[in-house]
């Protein structure tokens, strides 16, 4: 019941993959709702780019249609935590990954809405940032409403990029 | 409401990057992308849709009107205004959805603009069938 920061820093985007196909392994960074009544919600989302070349980038941040076999546990360089110091422990805390031994499959339904993060991963900047009442939300832990996170569409040219999240569960 | 102070936003600052540009949409596909190109800074309002919660970037080039809901007197995306021509449609806000849900008497899934509420006991079922 507190606002979160999830990072990961110096991540690979990799070149990329469709909807309504595994994200990868890596690369990605993902949310999942710590129980299946457990809303979050997602205020902003920012990506900066480290490239050394060029590095054209379509990123999104998505709903997943199907959910990731064993996430890894979060280890530095990523990081999730609270960003009030006196923020109690989590009953239920969610998932949040960058690794998993199969990664979740990005939703291919049109009637999902996501947000366009595309951006020059050669020194380019990107940052969604919600009004009040307009953050993106998600509800519970299972596919397509329980998950969603931040990947590379197909036709991304790979690039080193760091990024955060910050989103508060209910 | 739209256009207004009260929207999100994404902002895009490829001002010391080679940037984004039509070109590069065009030769990867990637439709709907708004090009941001070498030395720009832009920002582009994004609103929530209040049916399904998901966030919609605003393209600026859009004519067609956006839509709306009344009974919620919000904007909602262009996927859940379909929804409310359905047959079988409830109108049901994301707010009203999450309520439900969090009363653990039900589990939800599907698609956001048609969620499936799952009852967990059978005599919702009797209510709510």
């Keep these: 019941m507190a606002k979160r920061i999830f990072a990961t820093m110096a991540a690979t985007s990799g070149s990329g993959t469709a909807d309504n196909a595994t994200v990868g392994t890596s690369g990605f960074m993902a949310i999942k709702g710590g129980s299946s009544t457990q809303l979050i919600d997602i205020f902003e989302i920012l990506v900066s780019g480290f490239a050394t070349s060029s590095a054209p980038a379509l990123g999104v941040w998505a709903r997943m249609s199907t959910l990731e076999t064993t996430p890894t546990t979060l280890a530095t360089p990523g990081s999730d935590g609270p960003m009030h110091p006196s923020t109690a422990a989590l009953a239920a805390a969610p998932v949040t990954f960058i690794a998993a031994a199969t990664g979740p499959t990005r939703s291919n339904a049109a009637s999902d809405g996501r947000i366009n993060l595309g951006l020059n991963l050669f020194g380019g900047i990107i940052r969604w940032q919600a009004a009040p009442t307009q953050q993106f939300s998600q509800l519970g832990n299972t596919a397509q409403l329980g998950e969603s996170g931040l990947s590379f569409f197909t036709g991304t040219t790979s690039g080193s990029y760091s990024a955060h999240v910050i989103y508060e569960p209910y | ?129």
Excluded at chain 2, 43 to 52: A, N
Excluded at chain 2, 104 to 123: D, K, M, Y
């Design chain 2, 1 to 129: 409401m739209i256009g207004s102070k009260q929207d999100g936003a994404v902002i895009v600052d490829h001002s010391a990057s080679p940037g984004i540009s039509e070109k590069d949409i065009d030769e990867r596909g990637w439709r709907g992308m708004i090009p941001v190109p070498e030395g720009r800074k832009q920002e582009i309002p994004t609103l929530v849709c209040w049916h399904c919660a998901s966030t919609v970037v605003l393209n600026p080039f859009r004519k067609r009107e956006r839509a709306y809901c009344p009974s919620c007197d919000r904007y909602i995306c262009d996927t859940c205004k379909a929804a409310t021509t359905q047959p079988n449609y409830v109108h049901r806000s994301w707010r009203e959805l999450v309520d439900l849900v969090q009363t653990g008497r039900f589990t939800v899934s599907g698609p956001p603009s048609s969620p499936i509420l799952t009852p967990t006991s059978a005599s919702e079922v009797i209510q709510h069938g």
